[in-house]
């Protein structure tokens, strides 16, 4: 597998392991994939920023712009690293670091962390609470049944108020601990205004503000002229029990449910890379990847770029959001969304990475994260409704989705009645 390629003026390292412990509250960026461990420190300059106005519309030539003007003033091979919102009205966090290292993958044997300190929740606010949310799955099946869409993802938030601030750098060890194959994250958000929950006023944060989280999802990477996408839709929750566990890894393989809602995600990717690609290569059917909380069904599409100036940010862009995320139709499924979900997504189940100067990068998609500032957190999780979906078991689904990151805290799951 292709390894992230070092820009001239970042630091080697040998060690993913290493970076993850230098990273601190301070540092702007972390991420880590099978290809490489990122780690960046300091803002060079702002190429897009979430309090301000700017389109996202010619985003990626912006990019290459400015990497392209520093590279000229003597910066070696800067790299653009940050964040886009669901909303793609909304503006990106896009950064050039001052410093960047660059090391191998993560080895979860080589992670050494501490268990959490004991911490309670003082505060627990699922938005929304139970009965409505299961009063918008049974909307949006209402829709599916009148054929105004096929697909809609429905998400809860749970936003927590702790006994004590949250150690971020420990948090990020345990999560990358647990997913060290996955995509591993943790972005410094600007000091700014908190996207609103529910019918409260957006807000100003008066700490700074970490995105972080540990998706198992990758939505595309580039490297070189070769195109790599990797789809996850279709989720069971795993099981304590190995024999449970696999009586359930073997029915999410033959849900018809499950793969209908799979088979819809695989088709809008390859229509939307296809363009872009004299080959692509789409599985026939998909396999299954798991997580610490989860079992997916997965496909691996492979790619040649019929032209290298289209950049890992513009293929990222062209892809978001796949029906795994949003639904299908796509801009039936986002009214669906706005019309039900009772807060602002921010960056959940938008994009994180980097791209570089020629063009290559990684981009995973932002899920099984938190927005995290001093004692207060607010996480994400949502589920695919289609038809056939149970609104308890779609419930149950975000809980265990949920557990990601309530176990990283050292936290208990959620009370049943949540």
Request: proline share 8%; aromatic share 4%; glycine share 8%.
């Given at each position: 597998?292709?390894?992230?390629?070092?820009?001239?003026?970042?630091?080697?390292?040998?060690?993913?392991?290493?970076?993850?412990?230098?990273?601190?509250?301070?540092?702007?960026?972390?991420?880590?994939?099978?290809?490489?461990?990122?780690l960046?420190?300091?803002?060079?300059?702002?190429?897009?920023?979430?309090s301000?106005?700017?389109?996202?519309?010619?985003?990626?030539?912006?990019?290459?712009?400015?990497?392209?003007?520093?590279?000229?003033?003597?910066?070696?091979?800067?790299?653009?690293?940050?964040?886009?919102?669901?909303?793609?009205?909304?503006?990106a966090?896009?950064?050039?670091p001052?410093?960047?290292?660059?090391?191998?993958?993560?080895?979860?044997?080589?992670?050494?962390v501490?268990?959490?300190?004991?911490?309670?929740?003082s505060e627990i606010?699922?938005?929304?609470?139970?009965?409505?949310?299961?009063?918008?799955?049974?909307?949006?099946?209402?829709?599916?049944?009148?054929?105004?869409?096929?697909?809609?993802?429905?998400?809860?938030?749970?936003?927590?108020?702790?006994?004590?601030p949250v150690?971020?750098?420990?948090?990020?060890?345990?999560?990358?601990?647990?997913?060290?194959?996955?995509?591993?994250?943790?972005?410094?958000?600007?000091?700014?205004?908190?996207?609103?929950?529910?019918?409260?006023?957006?807000?100003?944060?008066?700490?700074?503000?970490?995105?972080?989280?540990a998706?198992?999802?990758?939505?595309?990477?580039?490297?070189?002229?070769?195109?790599?996408?990797?789809?996850?839709?279709?989720?069971?929750?795993?099981?304590?029990?190995?024999?449970?566990?696999?009586?359930?890894?073997?029915a999410?393989?033959a849900?018809?449910?499950?793969?209908?809602?799979?088979?819809?995600?695989?088709?809008?990717?390859?229509?939307?890379?296809?363009?872009?690609?004299?080959?692509?290569?789409?599985?026939?059917?998909?396999?299954?990847?798991?997580?610490?909380?989860?079992?997916?069904?997965?496909?691996?599409?492979t790619?040649?770029?019929?032209d290298?100036?289209?950049?890992?940010?513009?293929?990222?862009m062209?892809?978001?959001?796949?029906?795994?995320?949003?639904?299908?139709?796509?801009?039936?499924?986002?009214?669906?969304?706005?019309?039900?979900?009772?807060?602002?997504?921010?960056?959940?189940?938008?994009?994180?990475?980097?791209?570089?100067?020629?063009?290559?990068?990684?981009?995973?998609?932002?899920?099984?994260c938190?927005?995290?500032?001093?004692?207060?957190?607010?996480?994400?999780?949502?589920?695919?409704?289609?038809?056939?979906s149970?609104?308890?078991?779609?419930?149950?689904?975000?809980?265990?989705?949920?557990?990601?990151?309530?176990?990283?805290?050292?936290?208990?799951?959620?009370?049943?009645?949540v």
């Open positions: 597998m292709t390894s992230i390629s070092i820009p001239e003026a970042a630091a080697p390292v040998r060690s993913g392991s290493a970076l993850l412990e230098e990273y601190s509250l301070g540092s702007s960026f972390f991420f880590s994939s099978p290809k490489g461990t990122i960046a420190q300091g803002v060079r300059e702002i190429v897009a920023e979430p301000g106005t700017a389109s996202r519309e010619g985003l990626p030539e912006r990019v290459t712009a400015v990497l392209a003007a520093l590279e000229r003033s003597g910066h070696g091979r800067p790299m653009a690293v940050g964040a886009l919102p669901f909303d793609d009205t909304s503006p966090h896009l950064l050039v001052t410093s960047i290292k660059v090391a191998g993958p993560l080895q979860a044997a080589s992670i050494s501490r268990a959490p300190s004991p911490v309670s929740a606010r699922m938005s929304a609470d139970r009965d409505e949310y299961l009063r918008g799955v049974e909307r949006a099946l209402a829709m599916i049944r009148s054929d105004a869409l096929s697909k809609v993802v429905l998400s809860r938030m749970l936003e927590l108020r702790l006994s004590e150690d971020v750098p420990l948090l990020l060890g345990r999560l990358c601990k647990r997913n060290a194959s996955g995509y591993n994250f943790a972005l410094r958000l600007p000091e700014g205004r908190v996207p609103a929950s529910g019918s409260e006023p957006t807000v100003r944060a008066s700490q700074p503000r970490t995105l972080i989280g998706s198992p999802e990758l939505l595309v990477s580039r490297s070189g002229k070769n195109v790599f996408a990797n789809p996850l839709a279709g989720s069971a929750p795993r099981s304590p029990d190995p024999t449970e566990d696999q009586r359930r890894a073997n999410l393989l849900s018809e449910k499950d793969l209908r809602e799979h088979a819809v995600v695989v088709d809008a990717v390859d229509a939307a890379l296809r363009p872009f690609c004299r080959r692509l290569s789409v599985p026939s059917r998909p396999s299954l990847l798991h997580t610490e909380a989860m079992w997916h069904l997965s496909s691996s599409i790619g040649e770029l019929a290298l100036s289209i950049s890992s940010l513009r293929l990222a062209a892809l978001h959001p796949t029906p795994a995320v949003c639904g299908y139709p796509t801009a039936s499924a986002r009214a669906a969304i706005k019309a039900i979900e009772p807060f602002d997504r921010g960056f959940f189940t938008g994009l994180v990475g980097y791209c570089d100067l020629a063009g290559d990068g990684e981009w995973a998609v932002t899920i099984r938190a927005d995290v500032s001093g004692d207060a957190l607010r996480l994400y999780a949502g589920g695919g409704i289609v038809a056939g149970a609104p308890e078991r779609e419930r149950a689904e975000i809980a265990a989705k949920l557990r990601t990151v309530l176990n990283a805290l050292g936290l208990d799951s959620l009370p049943e009645d």
